[in-house]
């Protein structure tokens, strides 16, 4: 799938989809770990959220980044936030948890297709280090962005901006 969406030969699927129904449902798909690893999760939806994006590549974005945030943040009194705001023609998304965070020389390739932060823990974690590519190549495809703010040793937050409504090249309507 991600060489379709780097190419752009997978078109996006438009629908209306409301951005915080859609947290809750990921947030819903981890509520084992959650509750077994004593996490705080709290989703704090802003404001009026509905957009038109492809709904599972949406989902997918959103559970990359919390099944980042709870692997690589387990062991530790680990809090996950979920921010949704709408700002103008954008909605603005902000994953923040106080997880190990990513180590500075790292953060610049995070968002490469294979490029594991931690090459020893590719045993226990699991994972192919392609999940944040593709967050990066699903917001791209929706004329979106992501990036990343992070301090070794206290958390990070990955920050995305969706507009509302994509640009009309980049997909076509739901049939």
């Not at 939806?45 to 980044?65: I, M, R, S, T």
């Not at 994972?127 to 990343?148: P, W, Y």
Request: proline residues 6%.
């Amino acid at each position: 799938i991600i060489s379709q969406v780097e190419s752009g030969s997978l078109p996006l699927a438009i629908q209306s989809v409301d951005l915080a129904d859609l947290a809750h449902l990921v947030v819903e798909q981890f509520d084992d770990p959650i509750r077994v690893q004593g996490v705080q999760m709290q989703v704090i939806a802003v404001g009026h959220l509905l957009v038109d994006a492809h709904p599972a590549w949406l989902e997918k974005v959103f559970f990359n980044l919390l099944g980042n945030a709870l692997k690589y943040g387990s062991g530790q009194a680990l809090r996950v936030d979920l921010c949704l705001e709408r700002i103008g023609s954008d909605v603005h998304i902000r994953f923040t948890d106080n997880g190990p965070g990513i180590p500075y020389a790292d953060q610049g390739r995070i968002f490469e297709r294979f490029y594991r932060v931690h090459k020893h823990r590719s045993r226990d974690t699991g994972g192919t280090g392609l999940g944040l590519s593709i967050v990066k190549n699903i917001m791209q495809a929706h004329g979106g962005s992501v990036s990343l703010q992070s301090v070794p040793g206290s958390g990070s937050t990955f920050h995305l901006t969706l507009p509302v409504r994509p640009p009309r090249y980049l997909g076509v309507p739901a049939g």
